[in-house]
């Protein structure tokens, strides 16, 4: 469920991108399928027109899954980090959100990103672009892109064993390496993630997956990359920036994206949405959230 207490701050990063469509895909226990209406509304609120949300019952989904692989899923609450698995076949499992003659470009990503600025990276995502890594190393969960064709949406279906590892609810990594996981989860050496299809798909239809070649070529970053790399990012006006630099990535330098941002936002509840709209304004800093100028900044500022 999309319930995290930064929903504000991430739909405004995705109101500074119009031209990119954004889909939540809301998978909910029956009882819980109203919760949606939250971020539906809060959105609505925003004017955040380049957000919609698809709400599917944990039953609808296993039906969904059925007539799409012929395989038998008992999927509960307790599955859902295993979902991640499950990002590679969206296109294919929801192809109306993803109509080609709309979208030159598809992609899946996480909930737990602040958005920058799409259209710096407008280089990135051309049709002749086949496979987009905003990583410099591999295939990663939190993003990855493709040009918008059958082949792409099909492609986890190269590899003969995928399908098959969706059938409990182990997390084998599939969206990545297929190793960055417990060693007792990892499959045949990962080989049948994303990152090993790509790879071989790339080399057999003779195409370069677009990525950096070094780590200064990384088109985003998450809390370590700001401790060992970077230090703080800002968020300001639809851009994520770095601000002070390394040998790595020089001060001024913008991301795509901020992942795995921190979920324990400390504000007071009585201030928190005022709060949160000064730092739309004003601008944050993450990974901490921490506001560049608010109305509370001074002690003598009346709640």
């Known amino acids: 469920n999309f319930d995290y207490p930064y929903a504000k701050l991430l739909l405004e990063s995705m109101r500074w991108n119009p031209k990119v469509q954004f889909n ?5 226990e029956e009882e819980k399928l109203k919760d949606s209406e939250n971020i539906i509304n809060l959105a609505k609120s925003m004017n955040v027109n380049n957000f919609n949300v698809t709400v599917i019952s944990i039953k609808q989904f296993n039906q969904l899954v059925k007539s799409k692989f012929n395989i038998e899923l008992e999927i509960t609450s307790e599955w859902y980090y295993k979902l991640c698995d499950f990002k590679p076949t969206l296109a294919y499992l929801f192809p109306e959100l993803v109509d080609e003659k709309i979208y030159p470009i598809w992609g899946y990503g996480d909930n737990d990103i602040i958005w920058g600025n799409f259209s710096r990276f407008s280089n990135l995502f051309q049709p002749e672009r086949k496979i987009i890594h905003p990583s410099w190393w591999t295939a990663h969960g939190s993003s990855n892109f493709y040009a918008n064709a059958e082949w792409s949406r099909g492609l986890f279906l190269t590899d003969t064993q995928y399908v098959k590892q969706l059938t409990t609810n182990v997390y ?11 060693h007792i989860n990892i499959v045949d050496g990962g080989k049948h993630s994303m990152a090993e299809i790509h790879s071989k798909y790339a080399k057999e239809h003779n195409f370069d997956i677009i990525r950096g070649q070094t780590p200064q070529d990384q088109y985003f970053l998450e809390p370590e990359g700001s401790s060992e790399w970077a230090g703080a990012v800002r968020w300001f006006r639809g851009t994520v920036q770095i601000i002070h630099g390394s040998e790595y990535f020089p001060p001024g330098r913008e991301l ?3 992942h795995r941002i921190s979920k324990y936002v400390d504000f007071p509840v009585a201030i928190r949405d005022n709060i949160y709209n000064d730092m739309i ?15 509370y900044i001074c002690k003598h500022t009346g709640v």
Not at 24 to 28: F, P, T
Not at 172 to 182: A, K, P, S, T, W
């Open 172 to 182: 084998h990594n599939l969206d990545e390496d297929g190793v960055r996981i417990e």
């Open 281 to 295: 304004t004003y601008g944050y800093l993450l990974p901490s959230f921490t506001p560049l100028l608010t109305r």
């Open 256 to 258: 795509l994206y901020y």
């Open 24 to 28: 939540l895909i809301n998978v909910l």
